[in-house]
């Protein structure tokens, strides 16, 4: 933020998803505070970010106990549509604005903002990145991020792909930007727990395969038989009807009902910073978990069992010295992860975190204290992708040059309660259709 002010800085998030509004809402705690040595003498630290949520309507709205469940503190928080958002950023003065969107959805906001805010030469900085590990659609991904102030890359590794990328293309890499994953943090691991603690980190979707998912809950059932003494806790993202990021579509939960499960084996929610400061040993297939557990020196494995494959997610962490089955585990096998692997990701615990957002930080300080800003300059315009852009809008109810398309919803009231039945008779009609229908209809189509 500018320096020598302690007027706090006003943030806005908008976010689809649980898991990205945790990223985006942490993500505007870090980068929105400017570092100490901005702060003239006298004059204290940096005010706390006002920080405004909004929650973009769609299949993954989170519920409120997701939201209580990442515990991360707004000012306020709504749901809206991106035509009634876009309205909104075009009267509301905010310093710095968070898209935690998936690649589309940044791209249709993109071209939104810069619509509305074509005649004005001050507006906010806009930030996008990942939520985590970035191990498919690099390229589709990166491009429909492109346009933003600020592309943050994860880790050092990260940053080196995405300028890769935007260079290949011949499309400007400046605004990538190097942070960490900004939920990092928590005590480092001071040794065994009584009882020692095993945590298998769930996915949604991966792997996606009812045998698949079976498996890996037997073995983690069996492995809690092998090891009585042991306490073996399944942590699940959601509920089922709940969505996340992915869609699960065939919940953890209803695969454990059909299993006479041992008495040291238990389904957990919660805060995963919380789980994470009982565990002994973090297993997961591909979780951004690892990455948690790793900065705080936990013992984690990232399982072979169903191959190493980009499918899968786990060729990542390929070179971590984190990749075994359970067979090994079973056998009392403990992980010794690569540091130099570990340092490329941006999450080793040796103090590097702590100015980790600090080139973010002094960047939008930069663009906050000149003059005036360029319009937002997306790759993709109706000239460069004209059969592809024009269908990302349209979701968003939005023209190919961003403008409101007839009949997009309201934004001057608030939805009645016929609008509102009708919102959620669609979404549980959805959800309905994902977790029940559609499942039945693939192993029909297996016959």
């Known amino acids: 933020m500018p320096p020598r002010t302690t007027k706090p800085p006003r943030v806005a998030v908008l976010a689809d998803s649980d898991t990205r509004w945790k990223w985006g809402a942490l993500t505007a705690h870090r980068i929105a505070a400017g570092p100490p040595a901005e702060t003239a003498p006298g004059e204290g630290e940096p005010a706390a970010p006002v920080l405004d949520g909004y929650l973009l309507r769609g299949r993954a709205t989170p519920t409120p106990r997701q939201l209580a469940e990442v515990g991360v503190r707004a000012d306020s928080l709504r749901e809206v549509t991106a035509v009634e958002f876009l309205r909104t950023m075009a009267r509301e003065p905010y310093d710095v604005l968070v898209l935690a969107l998936v690649g589309g959805g940044v ?33 589709d991904g990166l491009l429909l991020r492109h346009g933003a102030d600020l592309v943050l890359a994860n880790s050092r590794q990260d940053a ?61 059932v069996r492995h809690a038989r092998l090891h009585p003494g042991r306490e073996v806790l399944l942590k699940l993202r959601s509920k089922p009807g709940e969505h996340t990021t992915h869609i699960e579509e065939l919940p953890y939960q209803k695969l454990a009902q059909k299993l006479d499960l041992p008495p040291n084996f238990r389904l957990v929610y919660g805060n995963m910073g919380e789980v994470l400061d009982r565990t002994d040993l973090l297993v997961t297939v591909s979780s951004t978990a690892a990455l948690e557990s790793l900065h705080r020196r936990i013992p984690t494995v990232v399982l072979t069992d169903l191959g190493v494959r980009e499918v899968l997610g786990n060729h990542h962490f390929v070179g971590s010295g984190c990749l075994a089955s359970w067979d090994q585990l079973d056998a009392g096998h403990r992980p010794d992860p690569d540091p130099e692997w570990v340092a490329r990701q941006g999450v080793a615990a040796d103090g590097e975190y702590a100015t980790a957002f600090d080139a973010a930080r002094a960047r939008i300080a930069a663009l906050l204290a000149a003059d005036a800003l360029p319009p937002l300059t997306p790759y993709y315009t109706p000239a460069t992708a004209p059969g592809y852009l024009p269908g990302i809008l349209a979701r968003h109810h939005l023209g190919p040059d961003g403008t409101p398309l007839p009949g997009a919803p309201a934004h001057d ?22 977790q029940r229908v559609a499942p039945v209809i693939r192993r029909m189509g297996e016959l």
């Open 107 to 139: 791209q249709a906001m993109l071209h939104g903002l810069k619509r509305v805010w074509e005649d004005r030469p001050k507006r906010p900085v806009v930030v996008t990145g990942y939520v985590g590990v970035v191990y498919e659609k690099l390229a």
């Open 160 to 220: 080196d792909r995405f300028r890769a990328v935007y260079d290949g293309v011949g499309a400007d890499s400046s605004a990538v930007t190097e942070v960490a994953l900004p939920f990092l943090g928590g005590a480092p691991y001071a040794g065994e727990h009584d009882p020692y603690t095993v945590v298998f980190a769930a996915q949604p979707s991966v792997p996606d395969r009812r045998t698949d998912r079976a498996y890996l809950l037997e073995r983690l």
């Open 413 to 434: 009231r608030e939805p009645g309660p016929v609008r509102q039945i009708v919102r959620r008779a669609a979404r549980g009609a959805y959800r309905h259709g994902v």
